[in-house]
């Protein structure tokens, strides 16, 4: 993502979700009795999750605090608007590099969290195997949020790869949807983490429904995640969004088993957090 200003002024209802998810898993943290833990975010964002939700935990208890993102954009926004403390340092990392994390991340942290992050990329292994490197080899544990559904992601990929907007997209702009298939995603991550080397897993699913009232409303919320509007000229964008919302108020009216006009600007969504600690693996 590279809107940082839309991101921070959207999906209010979701963010507090994930607030409460990430509250609900944060007492499983392995606290070090000496103190001065370092503490990694991955996928920082615009920075006011962080700031609200992760921050006020972690910022007693910490000695350095390190916010990664894969955007220039958003890790420079939130510098700028959220550097409420010294112990804040900031990197450009991709979580999914193929290379494993920077050498001077590798292997420094107590603890890692990634909030609605995994859903972005398309290697959830080695996005895995990532965070388990960031963690110090005497041990460290993490949390993760993402979606293991979401109908905008259907919406775009199946809008996206029509002849229609294909031929404008070229298939960019789509989402990578790891657990489509799975008749068992939750045991299906937790065997995916464990194969990482992760302990003590733990998921949990949530199925949320947010409805956002109304066009205006609904389109200020979606700029941010609609990455297929980085190609497509101003009016191809409005006679998209117009077939965007049509297309996933059908998905919404099939799973809420009501009609397409009462479920018009809902969306759907299984939201997860998940909890897993690095052994200690020094010999």
């Known amino acids: 993502m590279n809107k940082p200003d839309y991101y921070h002024k959207s999906h209010s209802d979701g963010k507090r979700d994930v607030g409460e998810l990430f509250q609900e898993f ?40 390190v916010l990664c993102d894969i955007s220039k954009e958003m890790l420079e926004y939130c510098r700028k608007h959220f550097h409420v403390s010294d112990k804040l340092d900031y990197k450009l990392f991709d979580i999914a590099e193929k290379s494993g994390p920077p050498k001077e991340l ?63 997209t070229q298939g960019k702009g789509q989402f990578h949807l790891e657990f489509l298939n799975s008749k068992d995603p939750i045991a299906d991550f937790c065997n995916m983490m464990t194969a990482e080397g992760f302990q003590n897993v733990e998921v949990k699913m949530k199925p949320v429904v947010y409805n956002y009232g109304n066009k205006e409303n609904f389109k ?61 693996v020094i010999e």
């Open 106 to 168: 590798e292997g420094q942290f107590d603890h890692v969290t990634s909030m609605l992050v995994l859903h972005w990329v398309s290697d959830y292994r080695q996005s895995l195997k990532n965070f388990y490197q960031l963690l110090r080899p005497e041990g460290g544990d993490c949390i993760l949020s993402f979606f293991f559904d979401n109908h905008v992601f259907h919406t775009c990929n199946h809008l996206g790869s029509s002849p229609k907007w294909f031929q404008y």
């Open 220 to 280: 200020e919320n979606m700029i941010s995640v609609l990455h297929i509007f980085d190609f497509l000229t101003k009016a191809q964008q409005d006679e998209f969004f117009d077939e965007f919302v049509d297309h996933l108020a059908q998905l919404a009216a099939k799973k809420l088993g009501t009609s397409s006009q009462n479920s018009k600007y809902c969306i759907c969504i299984d939201l997860v957090v998940a909890y897993g600690q690095k052994p200690c």
């Open 26 to 65: 944060s007492t499983k943290f392995q606290w070090r009795t000496v103190g001065g833990d370092i503490f990694c975010d991955v996928g920082i964002g615009p920075g006011d999750f962080f700031i609200s939700h992760i921050y006020p935990l972690v910022k007693e208890k910490c000695s350095k605090i």
